[in-house]
């Protein structure tokens, strides 16, 4: 409904250029957006009001002319002028039943799909495959993935990328270990089943033997310089920490497979090209003995300008350096038109720099978007970023494995009687769904607190409430015996709790267009939310299963339909299953 008047405005420009009423230079952003109050109509833009001062005229003089040249449309049923000159849009009832019945019928939910679409990158998870997943990987993988399967759905060529870290000092540090450990006989495979474990190992025997520290520098350098013996030894560490991390990925019902790896160390062979490149464009300067780049829009303190370093003493590379592989990577052989990077605020200075090097070294084309999606902090209850008891960062495995554990319990004490195999097969998807809710639900640039009983409740903007909700309208087709995909009748609104539905369930594509433009999940959260509860009043208000009339039973049963459709695929979006059963 919104992009039908978005269209109706934009030819309506197009008229008045025509006629010479606007500048044929004029370029409006034309807004279009929801009203707060139904007396007010359904729709508003404030289109008049930013293009008076270029046509000349009053604003309500405009928005007169706006309305005079706007080209018929069954969709609307009266416009109204209110205010200093926004123009107010009043759907009309036959265009709501007609675009519900079409979401009915179609698989996608008459969701359109992008008349030009794009090639994106999304760069998300990226672990350090030296320790296990913990709290802190979670809202890159489960953001990014929500972000992923929402361009997807609506039509977009998308490209994961996992950039995950397996390069760098720490593991030379490693690798000493493991050869240690291979001199000894021991079983490295076993060895590595704990990552945390085998890391403090490690970095134990770092910290306190000189001799284990000078071999582990020394790896270091054999590696990147190819070393067949080292490499082996790396792939073996690489290959099980991967698989640790895929494990968690589909525990979490994240959609990254191993094909969409692509680590630091895939670019490592880019990375003198990249000092030659910079070094040939006059963009690399010498300080202390390092190669930095020196943009003029990035100051410190004392207004010192702040180095992008390249190379560092001695040689060694650094995050940046691979992030500008990466980026001329996705622009010369992906081809990308917009790289969304979902990393935590605290990068946010790199990211920065990296972007604005990136355009002025040419590595990346003016027209290709790079966007910094960037997230808060997960804390704990007591206002601090989030750890175990014992003070130590949280295994991502552990809080997963422990909010199945509470969810089973809490099914448990509602469904006493219920089969133990049902009761967790509802629990593993219950607490896994709490965690990334919770998560998803918040503001991405927001920090937020992690609480177990928090996301367990059944009450509120939570995933069991959701799920429930969606539970709730399938046992009415359960209990009516009715097919939902093959209902007969059309769709009418006759209460006020009807339009209420109808309209939110509309609402969603809004919302889609909100998580695929601004990479903001909890924008999806919200509308299911209000959605439920738009349910709620509606199934409270108005019978479903009773009374002679068959033609509002048939209607009735389509809006619940349509309410479980849009639920379970906002869910699905989400990266969340739903349940038949709670």
């Given at each position: 409904m919104k992009e039908n008047i978005q269209q109706l405005l934009e030819q309506t420009v197009a008229i008045l250029k025509q006629e010479n009423i606007l500048p044929a230079e004029a370029a409006p952003r034309i807004q279009v957006d929801r009203t707060k109050d139904k007396s007010h109509g359904d729709f508003a833009t404030n289109l008049a009001l930013m293009t008076a001062k270029p046509a000349g005229k009053n604003p309500r003089e405009l928005a007169q002319l706006i309305c005079q040249h706007l080209p018929q449309s069954a969709v609307i049923a009266k416009t109204e002028i209110a205010g200093p000159g926004f123009i107010n849009f009043f759907v009309a009832d036959n265009a709501l039943t007609d675009q519900l019945e079409a979401a009915y019928q179609d698989a996608n939910l008459n969701v359109s799909q992008v008349e030009t679409p794009q090639t994106i990158v999304v760069d998300y998870s990226a672990p350090n495959l030296a320790k296990e997943m913990h709290v802190g990987h979670l809202r890159s993988a489960i953001i990014g993935d929500s972000v992923v399967r929402t361009l997807e759905f609506l039509g977009h060529k998308v490209i994961r990328q996992n950039h995950v870290g397996d390069w760098g000092t720490q593991f030379g540090m490693l690798l000493t270990y493991m050869e240690r450990l291979q001199q000894q006989g021991g079983e490295i495979s076993m060895e590595l089943h704990n990552l945390e474990q085998f890391y403090r190992a490690a970095k134990q025997c770092f910290d306190e033997d000189e001799s284990f520290s000078t071999r582990a520098r020394e790896m270091v350098v054999k590696l990147q310089s190819g070393d067949e013996q080292c490499k082996a030894l790396w792939q073996q560490f690489i290959d099980i920490s991967l698989s640790h991390c895929q494990e968690t990925y589909d525990r979490l019902g994240v959609s990254l497979t191993r094909k969409d790896v692509m680590a630091e160390s895939a670019y490592n062979d880019d990375l003198v090209g990249v000092v030659e490149s910079l070094k040939e464009q006059g963009l690399l300067v010498?300080?202390?003995?390092?190669?930095?780049?020196?943009?003029?829009?990035?100051?410190?303190?004392?207004?010192?300008?702040?180095?992008?370093?390249?190379?560092?003493?001695?040689?060694?590379?650094?995050?940046?350096?691979?992030?500008?592989?990466?980026?001329?990577?996705?622009?010369?052989?992906?081809?990308?038109?917009?790289?969304?990077?979902?990393?935590?605020?605290?990068?946010?200075?790199?990211?920065?720099?990296?972007?604005?090097?990136?355009?002025?070294?040419?590595?990346?084309?003016?027209?290709?978007?790079?966007?910094?999606?960037?997230?808060?902090?997960?804390?704990?209850?007591?206002?601090?970023?989030?750890?175990?008891?014992?003070?130590?960062?949280?295994?991502?495995?552990?809080?997963?494995?422990?909010?199945?554990?509470?969810?089973?319990?809490?099914?448990?004490?509602?469904?006493?009687?219920?089969?133990?195999?049902?009761?967790?097969?509802?629990?593993?998807?219950?607490?896994?769904?709490?965690?990334?809710?919770?998560?998803?639900?918040?503001?991405?640039?927001?920090?937020?607190?992690?609480?177990?009983d928090s996301m367990l409740s059944f009450e509120g903007n939570t995933a069991p409430y959701i799920l429930y909700a969606y539970t709730r309208v399938a046992s009415i087709f359960a209990k009516a015996g009715v097919d939902a995909d093959n209902l007969s009748g059309e769709i009418s609104l006759d209460t006020e709790q009807e339009k209420a539905l109808g309209t939110k369930l509309m609402q969603f594509n809004d919302a889609l267009g909100n998580v695929a433009a601004k990479g903001l999940p909890h924008v999806m959260c919200t509308y299911l939310y209000e959605l439920a509860g738009s349910f709620s009043s509606f199934y409270e208000a108005c019978p479903i299963l009773v009374g002679d009339d068959e033609a509002v039973k048939q209607s009735r049963l389509k809006l619940a339909a349509l309410t479980a459709k849009t639920l379970q695929q906002g869910l699905s979006l989400l990266g969340i299953k739903t349940l038949e059963r709670m």
């Amino acid at each position: 409904m919104k992009e039908n008047i978005q269209q109706l405005l934009e030819q309506t420009v197009a008229i008045l250029k025509q006629e010479n009423i606007l500048p044929a230079e004029a370029a409006p952003r034309i807004q279009v957006d929801r009203t707060k109050d139904k007396s007010h109509g359904d729709f508003a833009t404030n289109l008049a009001l930013m293009t008076a001062k270029p046509a000349g005229k009053n604003p309500r003089e405009l928005a007169q002319l706006i309305c005079q040249h706007l080209p018929q449309s069954a969709v609307i049923a009266k416009t109204e002028i209110a205010g200093p000159g926004f123009i107010n849009f009043f759907v009309a009832d036959n265009a709501l039943t007609d675009q519900l019945e079409a979401a009915y019928q179609d698989a996608n939910l008459n969701v359109s799909q992008v008349e030009t679409p794009q090639t994106i990158v999304v760069d998300y998870s990226a672990p350090n495959l030296a320790k296990e997943m913990h709290v802190g990987h979670l809202r890159s993988a489960i953001i990014g993935d929500s972000v992923v399967r929402t361009l997807e759905f609506l039509g977009h060529k998308v490209i994961r990328q996992n950039h995950v870290g397996d390069w760098g000092t720490q593991f030379g540090m490693l690798l000493t270990y493991m050869e240690r450990l291979q001199q000894q006989g021991g079983e490295i495979s076993m060895e590595l089943h704990n990552l945390e474990q085998f890391y403090r190992a490690a970095k134990q025997c770092f910290d306190e033997d000189e001799s284990f520290s000078t071999r582990a520098r020394e790896m270091v350098v054999k590696l990147q310089s190819g070393d067949e013996q080292c490499k082996a030894l790396w792939q073996q560490f690489i290959d099980i920490s991967l698989s640790h991390c895929q494990e968690t990925y589909d525990r979490l019902g994240v959609s990254l497979t191993r094909k969409d790896v692509m680590a630091e160390s895939a670019y490592n062979d880019d990375l003198v090209g990249v000092v030659e490149s910079l070094k040939e464009q006059g963009l690399l300067v010498e300080n202390d003995g390092a190669q930095c780049v020196f943009l003029e829009q990035f100051k410190g303190k004392n207004d010192e300008p702040l180095p992008i370093i390249i190379q560092k003493t001695g040689g060694g590379f650094l995050y940046a350096t691979t992030d500008m592989a990466a980026t001329r990577y996705r622009n010369d052989v992906l081809n990308a038109d917009r790289v969304l990077y979902f990393v935590d605020a605290r990068q946010s200075l790199h990211f920065q720099q990296i972007f604005a090097l990136a355009k002025k070294a040419k590595f990346a084309r003016e027209e290709m978007s790079l966007e910094h999606m960037a997230f808060g902090t997960v804390m704990g209850e007591d206002g601090k970023p989030f750890k175990t008891r014992s003070g130590e960062v949280a295994k991502l495995a552990d809080l997963l494995s422990e909010a199945q554990q509470r969810a089973f319990d809490l099914v448990k004490s509602k469904n006493p009687d219920m089969d133990e195999a049902e009761l967790k097969a509802i629990a593993d998807v219950v607490g896994i769904s709490a965690v990334k809710y919770a998560d998803l639900s918040k503001a991405r640039t927001s920090d937020y607190t992690f609480s177990f009983d928090s996301m367990l409740s059944f009450e509120g903007n939570t995933a069991p409430y959701i799920l429930y909700a969606y539970t709730r309208v399938a046992s009415i087709f359960a209990k009516a015996g009715v097919d939902a995909d093959n209902l007969s009748g059309e769709i009418s609104l006759d209460t006020e709790q009807e339009k209420a539905l109808g309209t939110k369930l509309m609402q969603f594509n809004d919302a889609l267009g909100n998580v695929a433009a601004k990479g903001l999940p909890h924008v999806m959260c919200t509308y299911l939310y209000e959605l439920a509860g738009s349910f709620s009043s509606f199934y409270e208000a108005c019978p479903i299963l009773v009374g002679d009339d068959e033609a509002v039973k048939q209607s009735r049963l389509k809006l619940a339909a349509l309410t479980a459709k849009t639920l379970q695929q906002g869910l699905s979006l989400l990266g969340i299953k739903t349940l038949e059963r709670m």
